[in-house]
């Protein structure tokens, strides 16, 4: 079972658009990288696989300056973001990005990284950002891991005669260290809910028969317990027994998760829920010239229907219009809440924003659909993935609309039954969508198709709470999206080789 935290993995991380997979990807895999060298980096090289979705785009999506911010300790939200390359070549840090073949490229988004330290201390990595922002190491030295920089982790890499000892060493804290041994040398991999002991670590690098130690330090708030559920029928079977709504079974999901009171939990949700509320003011203002390749036109369709001048008005607009309005600021690298990638964050808020501000939605209310929209994403992530460059955009904005469902059908008073068959319908209405991003940018088609989104989730939400009646489960639906997400050619997941993208017009842009 994947350990999926809402806050995390779903609804987050608070970041810089335009990508998750690319922008908070990219600097969760610097940060996790400064943090393994443990020393300040001189030399840094980053390949690309020429196959991959990061040798198309990772300059239109920033992946350079993320990866820069969070090997420089810069956050991803600072100013200094934009200007993290120059930053590093004022410290006297020279990184490279190269577009070459890599070994065994296991995903869209693999990347090698080789670090020189001011030392003189040397590392090279394998690395994957694997969507909605989560990213794993899978190669330290050539020897195989599963990192994800969601808990305090640790290599050990040892002459083999001494793997046994350390790993009693490290297994009082850490649960149940692996082995892996090759020739004379042998790896042990830890991972713990709480930080590593000094004591600990200065036994351990002071222990006979090791070599070299690597440190991993937590991107996020540590995973503290197992999830509760992991699928859709489980979710309808505790909310049954509990007599539970979606959202107040999220609650107690993500505070079990985290280790958290419901009391924080719903501050963390309206802190990102202001997050998403401040994007779409800050996109509807926006009065420059161009986002990147679109004029900025979500605040003229917005005023038009406020003032009834657009003949098709009414909450599916506005909640259109407001979606276009975050990914204006997702484009211009604003600052947005994935929810749950980059790609789709205008959806949620689009929804969530129109009936708290045009319905008169009690604030409680809208953060207890939030918080359900988080539960049926940690399901999705659980069961498949959120990475266009896998399955295309039916996981990216087609998740966003199931969510959103969900999240409309609990605020109104729907039970998790009704919220589950909402976000099944919502994501059967777009399976099979592809990512075909024009020229490389989070911007055509995904501006309109967060609208669309939008628009559908509150559609499927009025059908289901009518009395349509779902033949076809949320964890059945899933498991097809993601079926058909893997039948796509590479040319229709993220890569701008397929679809709109190779349009003339598209190509002149």
Same mark, same amino acid.
């Given at each position: 079972?994947?350990?999926?935290?809402?806050?995390?993995?779903?609804?987050?991380?608070?970041?810089?658009?335009?990508?998750?997979?690319?922008?908070?990807?990219?600097?969760?895999?610097?940060?996790?990288?400064?943090?393994?060298?443990?020393?300040?980096?001189?030399?840094?090289?980053?390949?690309?696989?020429?196959?991959?979705?990061?040798?198309?785009?990772?300059?239109? #999506?920033?992946?350079? @300056?993320? /990866?820069?911010?969070?090997?420089?300790?810069?956050?991803?939200?600072?100013?200094? /973001?934009?200007?993290?390359?120059?930053?590093?070549?004022?410290?006297?840090?020279?990184?490279?990005?190269?577009?070459?073949?890599?070994?065994?490229?296991?995903?869209?988004?693999?990347?090698?990284?080789? @670090?020189?330290?001011?030392?003189?201390?040397?590392?090279?990595?394998?690395?994957?950002?694997?969507?909605?922002?989560?990213?794993?190491?899978?190669?330290?030295?050539?020897?195989?891991?599963?990192?994800?920089?969601?808990?305090?982790?640790?290599?050990?890499? $040892?002459?083999?005669?001494?793997?046994?000892?350390?790993?009693?060493?490290?297994?009082?804290?850490?649960? !149940?260290?692996?082995? #892996?041994?090759?020739?004379?040398?042998?790896?042990?991999?830890?991972?713990?809910?709480?930080?590593?002991?000094?004591?600990?670590?200065? !036994?351990?690098?002071?222990?006979?028969?090791?070599?070299?130690?690597?440190?991993?330090?937590?991107?996020?708030?540590?995973?503290?317990?197992?999830?509760?559920?992991?699928?859709?029928?489980? +979710?309808?079977?505790?909310?049954?027994?509990?007599?539970?709504?979606?959202?107040?079974?999220?609650? !107690?999901?993500?505070?079990?998760?985290?280790?958290?009171?419901?009391?924080?939990?719903?501050?963390?949700?309206?802190?990102?829920?202001?997050?998403?509320?401040?994007?779409?003011?800050?996109?509807?203002?926006?009065?420059?010239?161009?986002?990147?390749?679109?004029?900025?036109?979500?605040?003229?369709?917005?005023?038009?229907?406020?003032?009834?001048?657009?003949?098709?008005?009414?909450?599916?607009?506005?909640?259109?219009?407001?979606?276009?309005?975050? +990914?204006?600021?997702?484009?211009?690298?604003?600052?947005?809440?994935?929810?749950?990638?980059?790609?789709?964050?205008?959806?949620?808020?689009?929804?969530?924003?129109?009936?708290?501000?045009?319905?008169?939605?009690?604030?409680?209310?809208?953060?207890?659909?939030? +918080?359900?929209?988080?539960?049926?994403?940690?399901?999705?992530?659980?069961?498949?993935? /959120?990475?266009?460059?896998?399955?295309? =955009?039916?996981?990216?904005?087609?998740?966003?609309?199931?969510?959103?469902?969900?999240?409309?059908?609990?605020? /109104?008073?729907?039970?998790?039954?009704?919220?589950?068959?909402?976000?099944?319908?919502?994501?059967?209405?777009?399976?099979?969508?592809?990512?075909?991003?024009? #020229?490389?940018?989070?911007?055509?088609?995904?501006?309109?198709?967060?609208?669309?989104?939008?628009?559908?989730?509150?559609? =499927? $939400?009025?059908?289901?709470?009518?009395?349509? !009646?779902?033949?076809?489960?949320?964890?059945?639906?899933?498991? $097809?999206?993601?079926?058909?997400?893997?039948?796509?050619?590479?040319?229709?997941? =993220?890569?701008?080789?397929?679809?709109?993208?190779?349009?003339?017009?598209?190509?002149?842009?």
């Amino acid at each position: 079972m994947k350990n999926i935290s809402i806050f995390n993995q779903v609804i987050g991380p608070v970041m810089r658009g335009p990508s998750s997979s690319h922008t908070a990807g990219g600097y969760f895999i610097g940060k996790i990288a400064a943090s393994l060298l443990g020393e300040p980096a001189r030399e840094v090289e980053v390949v690309f696989d020429p196959d991959g979705s990061y040798a198309r785009t990772y300059r239109e #999506q920033a992946t350079d @300056l993320s /990866f820069a911010s969070g090997l420089l300790g810069i956050e991803l939200v600072d100013e200094r /973001f934009f200007q993290a390359l120059d930053i590093a070549r004022e410290r006297g840090v020279k990184i490279e990005f190269n577009v070459r073949k890599l070994e065994r490229a296991d995903h869209p988004n693999a990347m090698d990284i080789e @670090l020189v330290s001011a030392g003189g201390k040397k590392l090279k990595i394998r690395a994957a950002s694997v969507g909605g922002g989560s990213v794993e190491i899978r190669e330290i030295e050539s020897w195989p891991v599963n990192f994800t920089g969601l808990y305090h982790e640790m290599a050990v890499e $040892a002459d083999a005669g001494a793997a046994e000892s350390i790993r009693q060493k490290l297994s009082r804290l850490a649960g !149940e260290p692996g082995i #892996q041994v090759r020739g004379g040398a042998a790896l042990v991999s830890a991972r713990a809910r709480e930080p590593f002991p000094e004591a600990l670590l200065t !036994e351990i690098k002071s222990a006979p028969g090791v070599r070299r130690v690597w440190m991993i330090q937590p991107v996020c708030p540590v995973v503290k317990n197992e999830p509760p559920l992991s699928s859709a029928a489980e +979710m309808l079977k505790l909310a049954g027994e509990r007599n539970f709504s979606a959202g107040e079974l999220a609650l !107690e999901y993500e505070a079990e998760v985290l280790g958290w009171s419901k009391e924080q939990v719903l501050d963390e949700a309206e802190r990102r829920f202001r997050i998403m509320q401040r994007a779409v003011h800050d996109g509807l203002e926006f009065k420059g010239e161009k986002v990147q390749l679109l004029k900025p036109s979500a605040g003229k369709i917005f005023a038009d229907e406020r003032l009834a001048r657009s003949p098709l008005g009414g909450t599916y607009l506005r909640a259109g219009a407001r979606a276009m309005a975050v +990914m204006h600021i997702n484009g211009l690298r604003g600052v947005v809440c994935a929810a749950p990638t980059g790609g789709s964050a205008g959806t949620l808020p689009g929804v969530l924003v129109t009936l708290f501000e045009d319905e008169g939605v009690p604030l409680e209310k809208i953060l207890r659909g939030l +918080m359900a929209a988080g539960l049926i994403g940690a399901i999705v992530d659980s069961r498949a993935t /959120f990475a266009a460059e896998v399955a295309g =955009c039916q996981v990216e904005i087609g998740a966003a609309g199931a969510m959103a469902a969900a999240a409309a059908v609990d605020i /109104f008073g729907g039970s998790a039954r009704q919220a589950a068959d909402a976000a099944a319908i919502a994501f059967q209405n777009i399976i099979g969508s592809v990512c075909d991003l024009v #020229q490389g940018k989070v911007e055509i088609p995904c501006h309109t198709r967060n609208a669309m989104g939008a628009a559908n989730a509150l559609l =499927c $939400a009025g059908l289901i709470i009518g009395g349509y !009646e779902n033949p076809i489960d949320l964890d059945e639906t899933i498991d $097809a999206v993601y079926e058909v997400g893997k039948m796509l050619p590479p040319e229709l997941r =993220c890569t701008a080789r397929g679809g709109l993208a190779l349009c003339p017009t598209a190509r002149k842009l």
